[in-house]
Nanobody, 120 residues
Framework: QVQLVESGGGLVQAGGSLRLSCAAS????????MGWYRQAPGSQRELVAT???????NYADSVEGRFTISRDNAKNTVHLQMNSLKPQDTAVYYC??????????????WGQGTQVTVSS
């Protein structure tokens, strides 16, 4: 099993910044994708940003240029730096880890979520 613990959420005014962190522990061998998703009230969970073990990053159009995902391999931690925050960024942010395996279904792991609230 893999445990993911998020931190860094909170309340911030529009235009402000927050930095989320996700610490992975447990059977993390083979985890090759980590990322952030978010879910606003009444909405489906959506991708925010992902980081692959090969160093590739992917961002949702709505956060491109404002958010930056990074990975600290030594600490098994993924960060999400969020700048120029908007009220529409308000959501619960979830960390996700994926282990893909040859000719087998991938394993998915989720953190418990951290609330981000952006006031106007």
């Amino acid at each position: 099993q893999v445990q993911l613990v998020e931190s860094g959420g909170g309340l911030v005014q529009a235009g402000g910044s927050l930095r989320l962190s996700c610490a992975a522990s447990g059977s993390i061998s083979g985890i090759n994708i980590m990322g952030w998703y978010r879910q606003a009230p009444g909405s489906q969970r959506e991708l925010v940003a992902t980081f692959t073990s090969g160093g590739s990053t992917n961002y949702a159009d709505s956060v491109e240029g404002r958010f930056t995902i990074s990975r600290d391999n030594a600490k098994n931690t993924v960060h999400l730096q969020m700048n120029s925050l908007k009220p529409q960024d308000t959501a619960v942010y979830y960390c996700k880890a994926v282990r893909t395996r040859w000719r087998s279904l991938p394993d998915y792991y989720w953190g418990q979520g951290t609330q981000v609230t952006v006031s106007s």
